[in-house]
């Protein structure tokens, strides 16, 4: 490798970069754009509200106590429905996927078991979904929590099981706190493979790198400066997702030694990887459709944007082969939990992985047959 | 003076293969040092692949190129020190000035060449700080004709260094590579065009099916292989045509609806012109008579279609 020659390259790929204002944007802008919409989500859980469409049919003092309860901690927020409207055509032409009908006779079998004159009396509360919908499993849960603690107020004892909440962790976190290392790991795999394999592409489609090859730049040089070049752009979009955490969502993580020692082997990695792919993308256009097959699966597979633990047994086995996986759990291993352990073993994987990917990638990149 | 001094090139019978496809079939030449070389042939002749082996790009699947005395298998170092090269269609990065490019391939070559001197040379001191995607394809040409020559190389490749370029930008190309070959650089030119061969080459080689058709200087290849006169008639009336047939010659439509036929002597021309005036026929329009030139050589020995370009080149 010559410093030199590396340095040349390295001019010429920032150069090129600071030129093209809307390429700079969107490399940085991306994973920002993510911070900001997923930290808006996943920072007020508390503010957690549905609209509940109630038919009232009993329009009584027993039903009013029920709305009451569905409202309790803004959980609902109810929408009445007329008395004639048909529930079901309601939800459909009114889009709605819960749909709540209290019956004529509420507030009569509500005397009878306050009152103790029936023991055994209950009435059905009729809910209208639609199953396709994708929220309607969190809404079904909050409003069998309601209905539970109504029913425990009715059988008039005490809970004997409660539930007492033991963090492991000393501080409270939220889920903006785990979800920030997973972007800044999937911000920098991203930018190191995607653009080592679309500017591998293009240059040997415009017939550069054979240019190239008639100098004395080798494939190391060549690697080696794509390496630095990511290098760059990875520590300024940590920063500035870190920044924006900071700032917006008030994210508090641990930024010790081990932050940049896990960027430059997550880059040394992926790029890597981006030129040994390099020889299956012949055309710029090939490229996207290559880094993309690579880097989707990579994404949801590694633990990104939710646990390993929610998928199927072999998909978690399958996580444990990729790369970004490591990433994963040695950004949270350091940054969340402050475990050297845990991080040393991660980045000791991901280095293998590196290592791998570094002599793959020199021994793979074709520039003249 | 000895072998490998005066010829700055010798490639030895140089094959290349492809899974089942032989590229390049046994191919010997020497290149003179000093001289214009020009490598022509059809597409998929073997053109580039041969250039490119010669350039280190690619490597043989067997025989040896001696490139300024030395093996380029063992030399790869070294030979690209010493060579040039302008690569087929050449492209830069788009947004880097004509001045920060050269610097780059300086830099890469570790000389420290006269940028101004180098961009004088090939007309583009105005467009310096221009960036590569805002030149015109002549001007692309010209930066990678300064690039191929920042490190001062003995050999110059240039492989199609006008194709796709006005007459005008032709021109300029040519001043530069006349300019090259009267500082003493021998010059590998690959090309299409006839017309560019016939006016910079010292020897000119023949390539088809990746083999050697021919090789020698322009002249020395139109009278080896061509005998006779080309003569050309307009309008191609039918009864003319009948005429010269029946006189013994072989007449060919033209695709501007001419007569073309071929003849061995002067005499011949002015026997053909008689008989039309004593038939009765009315007399040509349009008469041309032709020496043969290297581009029916070419014809001749690729047994390809010529294509006109407007640049008396084919495709």
């Given at each position: 490798?010559?410093?030199?020659?590396?340095?040349?390259?390295?001019?010429?790929?920032?150069?090129?970069?600071?030129?093209e204002?809307?390429?700079?944007?969107?490399?940085?802008?991306?994973?920002?754009?993510?911070?900001?919409?997923?930290?808006?989500?996943?920072?007020?859980?508390?503010?957690?509200?549905?609209?509940?469409?109630?038919?009232?049919?009993?329009?009584?003092?027993?039903?009013?106590?029920?709305?009451?309860?569905?409202?309790?901690?803004?959980?609902?927020?109810?929408i009445?429905?007329?008395?004639?409207?048909?529930?079901?055509?309601?939800?459909?032409?009114?889009?709605r996927?819960?749909?709540?009908?209290?019956?004529?006779?509420?507030?009569?079998?509500?005397?009878?078991?306050?009152?103790?004159?029936?023991?055994?009396?209950?009435?059905?509360?009729?809910?209208?979904?639609?199953?396709?919908?994708?929220?309607?499993?969190?809404?079904?849960?909050?409003?069998?929590?309601?209905?539970?603690?109504?029913?425990?107020?009715?059988?008039?004892?005490a809970?004997?099981?409660?539930?007492?909440?033991?963090?492991?962790?000393?501080?409270?976190?939220?889920?903006?706190?785990?979800?920030?290392?997973?972007i800044?790991?999937?911000a920098?795999?991203?930018?190191?493979?995607?653009?080592?394999?679309?500017?591998?592409?293009?240059?040997?489609?415009?017939?550069?790198?054979?240019?190239?090859?008639?100098?004395?730049?080798?494939?190391?040089d060549?690697?080696?400066?794509?390496i630095?070049?990511?290098?760059?752009?990875?520590?300024?979009?940590?920063?500035?997702?870190?920044?924006?955490?900071?700032?917006?969502?008030?994210?508090?993580?641990?930024?010790?030694?081990?932050?940049?020692?896990i960027?430059?082997?997550?880059?040394?990695?992926?790029?890597g990887i981006?030129?040994?792919?390099?020889?299956?993308?012949?055309?710029?256009?090939?490229?996207?459709?290559?880094?993309?097959?690579?880097?989707?699966?990579?994404?949801?597979?590694?633990?990104?944007f939710f646990?390993?633990?929610?998928?199927?047994?072999?998909?978690?086995?399958?996580?444990?082969?990729?790369?970004?996986y490591?990433?994963?759990?040695?950004l949270r291993?350091s940054?969340?939990?402050?475990?050297?352990?845990?991080?040393?073993?991660?980045?000791a994987?991901?280095?293998?992985?590196?290592?791998?990917?570094?002599?793959?990638?020199?021994?793979?990149?074709?520039?003249g047959? | 003076?000895?072998?490998?001094?005066?010829?700055?090139?010798?490639?030895?019978?140089?094959?290349?293969?492809?899974?089942?496809?032989?590229?390049?079939?046994?191919?010997?030449?020497?290149?003179?040092t000093?001289?214009?070389?020009?490598?022509?042939?059809?597409?998929?002749?073997?053109?580039?692949?041969?250039v490119?082996?010669?350039?280190?790009?690619?490597?043989?699947?067997?025989?040896?190129?001696?490139?300024?005395?030395?093996?380029?298998?063992?030399?790869?170092?070294?030979?690209?020190?010493?060579?040039?090269?302008?690569?087929?269609?050449?492209?830069?990065?788009?947004?880097?000035?004509v001045?920060?490019?050269?610097?780059?391939?300086?830099?890469?070559?570790?000389?420290?060449?006269?940028?101004?001197?180098?961009m004088?040379?090939?007309?583009?001191?105005?467009?310096?700080?221009?960036?590569?995607?805002?030149?015109?394809?002549?001007?692309?040409?010209?930066?990678?004709?300064?690039?191929?020559?920042?490190?001062?190389?003995?050999?110059?490749?240039?492989?199609?260094?006008?194709?796709?370029?006005?007459?005008?930008?032709?021109?300029?190309?040519?001043?530069?590579?006349?300019?090259?070959?009267?500082?003493?650089?021998?010059?590998?030119?690959?090309?299409?065009?006839?017309?560019?061969?016939?006016?910079l080459?010292?020897?000119?080689?023949?390539?088809?099916?990746?083999?050697?058709?021919?090789?020698?200087?322009?002249?020395?290849?139109?009278?080896?292989?061509?005998?006779?006169m080309?003569?050309?008639?307009k309008?191609?009336?039918a009864?003319?045509?009948?005429l010269v047939?029946?006189?013994?010659?072989?007449?060919?439509?033209?695709?501007?609806?001419?007569?073309?036929?071929?003849?061995?002597?002067?005499?011949?021309v002015?026997?053909?012109l008689?008989a039309?005036?004593?038939?009765?026929?009315?007399?040509?329009?349009?008469?041309?008579?032709?020496?043969?030139?290297?581009?029916?050589?070419?014809?001749?020995?690729?047994g390809?279609?010529?294509?006109?370009?407007?640049?008396?080149?084919?495709?």
């Open positions: 490798m010559t410093p030199r020659i590396t340095a040349a390259m390295l001019v010429v790929r920032v150069r090129s970069l600071y030129r204002p809307s390429a700079l944007f969107f490399t940085f802008a991306f994973p920002i754009i993510l911070v900001l919409v997923f930290g808006t989500i996943f920072t007020r859980p508390e503010h957690l509200n549905f609209e509940l469409p109630v038919q009232d049919n009993s329009g009584s003092e027993a039903s009013a106590m029920l709305l009451k309860a569905l409202t309790t901690d803004n959980a609902f927020t109810i009445p429905i007329p008395p004639d409207a048909d529930p079901r055509l309601y939800a459909r032409e009114n889009k996927n819960l749909l709540l009908v209290i019956p004529k006779d509420f507030q009569v079998l509500h005397n009878e078991r306050a009152l103790k004159l029936d023991g055994t009396a209950s009435v059905p509360v009729t809910y209208v979904f639609d199953p396709s919908s994708t929220s309607l499993g969190t809404k079904l849960q909050l409003l069998n929590t309601i209905v539970a603690a109504a029913n425990q107020r009715y059988s008039g004892t809970a004997f099981i409660t539930l007492k909440p033991v963090s492991i962790l000393a501080s409270t976190y939220r889920f903006i706190e785990f979800f920030v290392p997973g800044i790991a999937m920098i795999m991203t930018s190191s493979l995607s653009s080592a394999l679309n500017m591998n592409a293009e240059l040997k489609q415009k017939g550069i790198l054979r240019k190239l090859a008639a100098t004395p730049i080798t494939r190391t060549w690697l080696v400066s794509s630095l070049y990511q290098l760059i752009l990875s520590v300024i979009s940590t920063v500035a997702i870190l920044l924006v955490s900071y700032f917006v969502f008030n994210v508090r993580l641990n930024i010790g030694t081990w932050l940049p020692l960027v430059v082997v997550e880059v040394i990695a992926f790029v981006g030129m040994t792919l390099t020889p299956l993308a012949r055309e710029a256009e090939s490229a996207s459709a290559v880094s993309n097959a690579v880097l989707f699966p990579m994404m949801f597979l590694s633990g990104t646990p390993v633990e929610m998928m199927p047994g072999f998909l978690q086995t399958f996580a444990r082969f990729l790369p970004l490591y990433v994963n759990e040695a291993a940054m969340i939990f402050a475990d050297c352990a845990g991080t040393l073993w991660s980045v994987i991901l280095a293998a992985f590196a290592a791998v990917a570094f002599v793959a990638g020199t021994v793979l990149t074709r520039w047959e | 003076m000895t072998r490998s001094t005066e010829h700055a090139i010798i490639v030895d019978h140089l094959s290349k293969r492809y899974g089942d496809l032989l590229a390049v079939d046994d191919v010997s030449f020497a290149v003179n000093g001289e214009v070389f020009a490598f022509l042939g059809p597409n998929g002749a073997g053109k580039s692949t041969t490119e082996i010669i350039e280190t790009i690619r490597r043989p699947t067997s025989g040896t190129v001696t490139l300024l005395g030395m093996n380029i298998a063992t030399n790869k170092a070294e030979v690209v020190r010493r060579i040039g090269v302008l690569p087929q269609g050449f492209s830069s990065f788009d947004r880097i000035t001045r920060e490019t050269l610097s780059f391939y300086a830099s890469v070559f570790r000389s420290l060449p006269d940028i101004n001197a180098l004088d040379l090939t007309d583009l001191r105005a467009k310096a700080n221009a960036q590569f995607k805002t030149l015109s394809g002549g001007l692309k040409q010209r930066v990678g004709i300064a690039a191929a020559l920042v490190n001062d190389p003995d050999i110059v490749f240039l492989d199609e260094p006008t194709t796709g370029l006005d007459p005008h930008a032709r021109r300029q190309v040519w001043q530069v590579l006349k300019g090259l070959k009267a500082r003493g650089k021998t010059i590998f030119l690959t090309t299409h065009s006839m017309e560019e061969a016939e006016a080459a010292d020897t000119v080689a023949i390539i088809s099916k990746g083999r050697i058709v021919a090789i020698g200087s322009p002249a020395r290849l139109t009278e080896k292989h061509t005998e006779q080309r003569l050309t008639l309008p191609g009336d009864a003319v045509l009948d047939r029946r006189m013994g010659f072989s007449p060919t439509r033209t695709i501007d609806d001419g007569i073309a036929v071929s003849v061995p002597a002067a005499d011949d002015r026997a053909i008689a039309i005036r004593e038939a009765g026929l009315p007399p040509p329009l349009g008469l041309d008579v032709r020496k043969p030139n290297l581009e029916e050589v070419y014809l001749k020995l690729t390809e279609q010529l294509a006109q370009t407007g640049q008396g080149g084919v495709q």
